[in-house]
Each structure stands twice: as structure tokens, then as C-alpha cells.
């Protein structure tokens, strides 16, 4: 507090001294609440009535009745030493139109801790006025997920869920008429990037054939994401060819509990058709594993040997002699400032940088609930926070966060997987624009990126922040050789 208090003894002193009338001058802000995605970039326009030049002017923000210094100016210049730590280096004075008293402040990348009252004070001599103004912030979540299981008899529970909203959002269960359902159960939590997760569950019979939606809006940007199901749908599912086998099967078993011995052979043949059935599906399966285990095979002729680069990584990540493994710990570290650091994301990336053909490598990630992993333009920016990570801003990454799996596109696509993945295989083939990402273990494909690239790309792994006294981290291995005799 004693940096900032030299800032705030002259503005009082400059509030309780006469204005002349000759000179004078008003500052004018925006008349309503400005409203800025969480991000994106919020402009905060201010300008002086009437005009004049304001290059020489003392000019700052402040948010919260003055008790947050957000930007400074004087001298003609910006100033940050008493500017406080949460916007350092995400705030930008928009000073073309000085002359004629019109500047404005741009603050990005945008979080959610940055809603609140905000203004704008203008000082010359002995004349001060000022303008207040309101900031809201607000995100739109992913498109809601309508998932179902039996309840009590006669009926399913259907839960609805979603994730990155800000502020809390408004769930709504309707009919197909579109009458309002009364939900059993809201729930809503937050996440790890300050947005907010939202489930809800609902109740309904089985004998009910009617669609239930499950609609979430944005009571600041009044954006609505809205998922339909149906309940005949949710009881009778478009079945794969060995789940219609099963239930035939079943029927069977059960007829052949009362009727004859001669149906009691239909039965037996049909039980050899299920087997049948559930063979070729079987063996479908591992033919679609071995091709993955072939491909992995194949891709490790291309494996890569990478080390992180400590110069990019986020002051909490602490990267081990080596450049193997990363961590994050509850306290930033003192780093040296440098442009291509990460300062929102707890991100590092690789030292290897790839601009054509084909490379290979695998990530631990061991036991950890958030982690996202991938390729990231070199030239991108790293100041991004969480909502700007996608592959529009040159980033190409999946991400878990605790049972979700989701791939960073713009939307967000979330993905399924047979188990948690403990080493994740990522496949770059850069003049086919194609990123793929495996579970070694599973050999299964959880996602693949399609795309043109155009730049360097780099490694990009990012730990999540600290839970509960659980330190995420991420390790690099070593790629073991293909094995030519045979599959991996």
C-alpha cells in the first residue's frame, strides 16, 4: 500500500481545490455498462468536453472507487510502477485522438475478476475531473450435454450439464410444448479459469414420448445454448448391430422358458447367430486396434526428443534441470520478463520448433486430473487466457479437466475415452496439417486436428493450477524404438 499511497494524497488534494472557470473541462465516459467477453479485449472510452489536447495531461483509471489503479499516464508517457499487479501487462492506452482530448483504455486479455465500477481522471494544474462507468464481463459456456440413467421404476433422470460461464448462468428444463420443468437438483461450481460449471437433473416418465430440452443463457450477453432429447430416443437408442443381437438374445432366453423343446432349438440357433455377432464385432474391435498400434508404430520412426524451454514458462511452472518434467506450485517464482513467456495460462513450451515434415512424441501424464497438451504457433500470443486458446490464435491442444475430455476448437469439442489416459501420443504431419493425439496404452485415437499451418509450431504443455494441495505436473519420455518385428 505505501507504493500507490503517493498517487492518491495528490488526488485528494487536487478534489478539494477551487476550479477556475476559464480552461475548465468535464470528462465524458460511457453512458451505459460496457460489456466485454471473457478473452476478448474491453475498450474503455473516455473524452474531454469541451475538446483539447490531453498530451500533456496526468490521466489514470481506477476501478473500485479508486482503491485499484488500473493504468497511468503522465509525462506523455505510461507508467506502471504503482500499477496494480493483477492488470500489469494487460492494459494498453489508445492515444491516436489525444490532441483532441478523445483516448481510450484496452484491457486484454479479459477476465472474469475484471467486472466491477471503473473511472477515468483526467488532471492538469490544479483542475481534476473525472467519469465513472461500469464493466461487465461475461462468457458463454460450451454447448450443454444431456446425459440419462434409469431412476425409479417407470422412469429416467436426465442431467444436463455445461462448462465456462460467466456470470452464473440461467438452466431451464422445458417440454416439447415448452412449458417449464420443474429440475430436481442445480448445481453449479468453479472452475479452475474463475468460469462457472452448471448441472441440473429432471425426472421423467418412461411413458412420456415428447422431446425435454435443456437451455442455458447469458443473462449479461442473453446468449442461449440449447440440447434437445428425446425420451423414445433415450429409451430405445439407434442400438449397434451386437446390442440388437443382445436383446434378441434376451428375448429368446426368456421364451425359452415356457414354450417347447422345439423352439428351444429356434433359441439355440439363435444363440449361435449372437456368437456369431459378437465375434465379428470383437474381432472389428482389435482389427481397429491393431491399425492404431501399426500407425504408432509407424510414428515412431519420426519420434522427437523434447526438452522445454524454462525462458517460456509461466512463473508458478517450475521446469526440472533437463527440461523433462514441469510443475505447478501455489507461488509465482521471480522471473525475467520476456515477450514470449506465458503469463496467464500455466503453459511452457518446447525448445524444438517444426516447420515441415513429420514428428513424434509422448506425454505422462501420469495421474493428473488437469492438464492440456499440444502444438502452439510460434508467434502466438502468450498472453491469451484460457477462452482465446484455440486453433484461430495458433493453438492446436486437448485438455482434461477432471472427467471431462475436450479438444480446444472453437467451439469446444468434448471427446469420450475407454479409460484415463496415462501417455498420450501427439503426431504432428505438418505439410498434411494434421495433429493427432493417441492413447498408447488403449491405442485409441482421442482427437485429430485438421487444419492448414503456416508457421513454426512448437510443443505446448500446460498443468493446470494447484487443488487442494495437489500439484499437477507433466513428464516427457523418452520414445522407445518401434519394435519391427511386430506392433508396439
Known amino acids: 500500500m505505501q507504493r500507490r499511497a503517493p498517487s492518491f494524497r495528490p488526488l485528494l488534494l487536487w478534489l478539494l481545490l477551487p476550479w477556475p472557470g476559464a480552461g475548465q473541462f468535464q470528462v465524458k465516459g460511457p453512458t451505459s455498462p460496457v460489456t466485454a467477453q471473457v478473452g476478448g479485449a474491453a475498450v474503455l472510452p473516455c473524452l474531454l468536453s469541451p475538446p483539447m489536447d490531453a498530451g500533456n495531461m496526468e490521466i489514470r483509471w481506477y476501478r473500485d472507487h479508486q482503491s485499484v489503479l488500473v493504468h497511468e499516464y503522465r509525462d506523455s508517457r505510461d507508467h506502471t510502477e504503482q500499477q496494480s499487479p493483477m492488470y500489469q501487462g494487460r492494459t494498453e492506452l489508445l492515444r491516436e485522438n489525444i490532441t483532441h482530448g478523445q ?279 502468450k498472453k491469451l487466457y484460457y477462452g482465446g486458446v484455440h486453433p484461430q490464435n495458433g493453438f492446436w491442444t486437448i485438455d482434461r479437466a477432471h472427467d471431462n475430455y475436450r479438444a480446444f476448437s472453437l467451439p469446444r469439442y468434448d471427446f469420450k475415452v475407454v479409460a484415463p489416459p496415462v501417455t498420450v501420443g501427439i503426431f504432428l504431419q505438418y505439410e498434411q496439417g494434421l495433429i493427432s493425439f493417441y492413447d498408447v496404452e488403449q491405442f485409441t485415437v482421442l482427437h485429430t486436428f485438421k487444419g492448414k499451418f503456416t508457421q513454426p509450431l512448437r510443443p505446448c504443455f500446460s498443468t493446470g493450477f494447484p487443488s487442494l494441495g495437489h500439484y499437477p505436473g507433466l513428464f516427457i519420455p523418452t520414445v522407445p524404438p518401434p519394435d519391427e518385428s511386430g506392433p508396439p
Not at 112 to 135: H, I, M, N, T
Not at 170 to 194: C, I, K, M, N, Y
Not at 292 to 311: G, M, S, T
Open 103 to 381: 483516448v481510450a483504455l484496452r484491457i486484454h486479455p479479459v477476465l472474469p475478476g475484471d467486472e466491477g465500477q471503473y473511472s477515468c481522471v483526467f488532471v492538469r494544474s490544479a483542475q481534476l475531473s473525472q467519469a465513472q462507468f461500469e464493466l461487465r464481463v461475461a462468457a458463454s459456456g460450451t454447448p450443454p450435454h444431456i446425459h440419462i440413467q434409469p431412476a425409479h421404476t417407470g422412469s429416467i433422470k436426465m442431467t444436463c450439464s455445461s462448462s465456462g460461464w460467466y456470470p452464473e448462468p440461467v438452466l431451464q428444463w422445458r417440454d416439447s410444448r415448452g412449458w417449464a420443468l420443474a429440475p430436481d437438483s442445480l448445481r453449479t461450481s468453479l472452475q479452475d479459469d474463475g468460469l462457472t460449471h452448471v448441472e441440473s437433473s429432471v425426472t421423467v416418465e418412461e411413458s412420456s414420448r415428447a422431446d425435454v430440452s435443456c437451455s442455458i443463457r447469458n443473462p449479461v450477453l442473453r446468449e442461449e445454448q440449447e440440447a434437445h432429447l428425446s425420451v423414445v430416443e433415450a429409451l430405445f437408442p439407434r442400438a449397434s448391430a451386437w446390442t440388437v443381437a443382445l436383446a434378441v438374445f434376451l428375448v429368446l432366453v426368456a421364451v425359452t422358458l415356457m414354450i417347447t423343446g422345439v423352439l428351444l432349438l429356434r433359441s439355440s440357433r439363435a444363440q449361435g447367430q449372437i456368437n456369431k455377432e459378437h465375434k465379428r464385432i470383437t474381432e472389428e474391435l482389435e482389427q481397429r486396434k491393431l491399425s492404431v498400434k501399426n500407425y504408432l508404430k509407424e510414428a515412431r520412426h519420426f519420434a522427437e526428443d523434447i526438452v522445454l524451454d524454462e525462458d517460456t514458462a509461466h512463473p508458478q511452472l517450475l521446469v526440472s534441470e533437463g527440461g523433462k518434467r514441469v510443475e505447478c506450485w501455489s507461488e509465482q517464482r521471480v522471473v525475467p520478463e520476456i515477450p514470449g513467456r506465458f503469463t496467464f495460462v500455466p503453459a511452457v513450451l518446447g525448445l524444438n520448433s517444426f516447420s515441415s515434415g513429420s514428428h513424434y512424441w509422448e506425454v505422462d501424464v501420469g495421474g493428473s486430473k488437469r492438464w492440456t497438451i499440444g502444438v502452439c504457433s510460434d508467434l502466438a500470443n
